[in-house]
Nanobody
Framework: QVQLVESGGGLVQPGGSLRLSCTAS????????MGWYRQAPGKERNLVAT?????STNYADFVKGRFTISRLNAKVYLQMNSLKPEDTAVYYC?????????WGKGTLVTVSS
């Protein structure tokens, strides 16, 4: 049984920063691409950023220059700077483990004054 657990969400003022973490646990034999997605109220889930085994990163245009994805072993991180109200959403981590696609349950990020 594999489980992903996100943490680090919360309430932050515009211009502030948050760091999200996602830890995979369980019977893990291989780890592939890791990523973060987000879903705002009433909207579809969108890609935020991904990072491959080799460290190659890909970012959505709306976070380029503000967010940084990184990984270490079975953990993936998302450093979010210069946050805007439109960044408010539930953030989900996604990790390819043992050639299967796993999702966390999400962590809420609210950007508001």
């Amino acid at each position: 049984q594999v489980q992903l657990v996100e943490s680090g969400g919360g309430l932050v003022q515009p211009g502030g920063s948050l760091r999200l973490s996602c830890t995979a646990s369980g019977s893990i034999f291989s780890i592939g691409t890791m990523g973060w997605y987000r879903q705002a109220p009433g909207k579809e889930r969108n890609l935020v950023a991904t990072i491959t085994n080799g460290g190659s990163t890909n970012y959505a245009d709306f976070v380029k220059g503000r967010f940084t994805i990184s990984r270490l072993n079975a953990k993936v991180y998302l450093q979010m700077n210069s946050l805007k109200p439109e960044d408010t959403a539930v953030y989900y981590c996604n990790i390819w483990l043992n050639t299967m696609d796993y999702w966390g349950k999400g962590t809420l990020v609210t950007v508001s004054s």
